[in-house]
């Protein structure tokens, strides 16, 4: 583990909260209450969930938001973070709550969804910045694909999205390219008789 584990699945959650409208196939995985119902039940989120058109509205503004976080360097995106920070009046503090063992919480049980995401997200980061890991926050290097990920490998070295299959979709295109430059030369061997004859 790079991070701490809430920080490590806050900053997932925002990859995939961010990717939901940056898909090949062009659906936008955060269009209906049911979508933002599933991803709210599969990250663990606690406190106020309203389930309606406008907790959506704000739940999609908020990944342009965090988005940002992806397009800017260390130094801007200390900025960014302290402004989501400020403007939320973040106060953290522990808690455990479910199967949740200890871990930050900012905001109060009732803040708005969209809030409380914007908040987690940027306590992730913080750990990211102050650890001087920024480089970990990166874009895909999919062809033509504009998905984000956080590279949380060992060795950093992480370089396509899950949301595209852009790895997938990179090792086929390499594997025609070999078989399209044709069997290489091989250089002959001479068998050798294993009874010295």
């Known amino acids: 583990m790079v991070f701490a584990r809430d920080t ?11 990717n939901s409208d940056r898909r090949r196939d062009g659906h936008d995985a955060m269009s209906t209450v049911a979508d933002l ?9 606690s406190g106020r969930h309203d389930r309606d058109d406008d907790e959506l509205a704000q739940v999609r503004a908020t990944r342009e938001r965090l988005g940002r976080l992806w397009e800017v360097d260390r ?3 200390a900025e960014l973070v302290n402004a989501i920070l400020r403007e939320a009046e973040a106060v953290p503090f522990l808690t455990r709550h479910d199967a949740m063992d200890w871990h930050l919480h900012a ?19 913080v750990d990211v910045v102050r650890s001087d890991e920024y480089e970990r926050m990166r874009r895909c290097a999919g062809e033509d694909c504009t998905a984000v990920l956080v590279d949380l490998s060992r060795n950093r070295s992480r370089r396509f999205c899950d949301v ?7 090792n086929v295109a390499a594997y025609r390219a070999r078989r399209t430059a044709g069997p290489s ?5 001479p068998q050798v008789d294993p009874r010295g004859g």
């Open 107 to 125: 905001t109060v049980p009732s803040a708005p969804l969209a809030t409380v995401m914007l908040v987690e997200t940027a306590m992730g980061v």
């Open 164 to 170: 595209n299959s852009c790895g997938n979709r990179a």
């Open 8 to 18: 490590e699945a806050n900053l997932r959650a925002a990859v995939e909260l961010v």
């Open 37 to 45: 119902d599933a991803f709210y039940a599969r990250w663990g989120y």
């Open 75 to 77: 130094d801007e995106a």
């Open 185 to 189: 030369r091989a250089v002959r061997v």
